[in-house]
């Protein structure tokens, strides 16, 4: 699945970071942000309660909000969580057949990092840290580190 280029990768380019304290940049990158983030949660079949947490823990009514419009200015703390998560969709599809890409963040996982919980406990246990160690995981099996 493709997402729009105007999504910047914000973990793999420092020297090309947009500048999120700025509302014209955010205003420009929440649209096809927020086409990627509910186009993931989709896919990996997330509950609301768990997206609204991966989003940072917005409200009800903020979440639903975003949800039914797609519109809004996203914060820095979103925009950079959404951009974390779609390069983790894009490593697990790169990874793993379509089933087990689509699944993994809600399966079970050995690996020590996860103690055997999904992914997913992580990612919304440890808030931006958490998401950042598991695409770093991630990228480091793509690139073979």
Known sequence: MAFPALI??????PGNVPDLTDTGTRQRLSAPALEAFF???????LRNDDAM???GGVSNGRYYDLKKHRRGILTQDEL???SLLTGIFKSLNILFQQKLADEWVIRP???AMF????PLVMLIRDGVPGILNVRRLLDGRRGGR
């Open 8 to 13: 910047p990768d914000l973990s793999q380019s």
């Open 39 to 45: 186009r993931i949660a989709e896919i990996w079949k």
């Open 53 to 55: 947490a991966l989003l």
């Open 80 to 82: 950079t969580r959404i």
């Open 109 to 111: 996982n050995s690996h």
């Open 115 to 118: 103690s055997g919980a999904p």
